[in-house]
């Protein structure tokens, strides 16, 4: 039987920025989930197994935005790592959900990428969030 790849469920607003992770993870091997706000995040995150891995921009359209997007998974599935995105240089004046990486946009895909294999081996690992 055939290993499952690791999938990253990709949450931004901005389809540009959304298909650019969707090509960069899957190019780096891993199955991509997407969604374009929380609430259909949450949706994806809630029937899905096997996410790995949570890459979320703060700001998107709708009540919840991706800080608190990303504090229910933190609450709810404390074993999956998240990457918080903004084209801000650091989150407003309210905190990442705990053990959250924040990436600030520009970003180098790369790095991105080295940071999920890096934040999805700790976690396989059982040594959960980093940070």
Do not use: Y
């Not at 949450?42 to 935005?65: A, C, F, N, W, Y």
């Not at 903004?86 to 990442?96: N, Q, T």
């Not at 990428?113 to 934040?119: F, H, I, N, T, V």
Request: hydrophobic share 45%; charged share 25%; with cysteine.
């Amino acid at each position: 039987m055939a290993e499952e790849k690791p999938c990253v469920l990709v949450v931004d607003d901005d389809f540009q920025i959304l298909s650019l992770l969707v090509d960069a993870f899957e190019e780096a091997g891993f199955d991509v989930a997407t969604a374009t706000n929380a609430i259909d995040a949450h949706t994806v995150l809630e029937g899905s197994g096997h996410v790995g891995l949570v890459v979320t921009d703060i700001k998107m359209p709708g009540r919840v935005d991706g800080l608190v997007f990303g504090q229910v998974v933190a609450d709810q599935h404390p074993g999956i790592p998240i990457i918080v995105i903004s084209g801000a240089s650091e989150p407003d004046d309210r905190e990442l959900p705990a053990g959250a990486t924040f990436v600030s946009k520009p970003f180098e895909l790369s790095a991105l990428l080295a940071e999920a294999r890096l934040l999805m081996d700790k976690a396989a690992e059982g040594g959960g969030r980093s940070r």
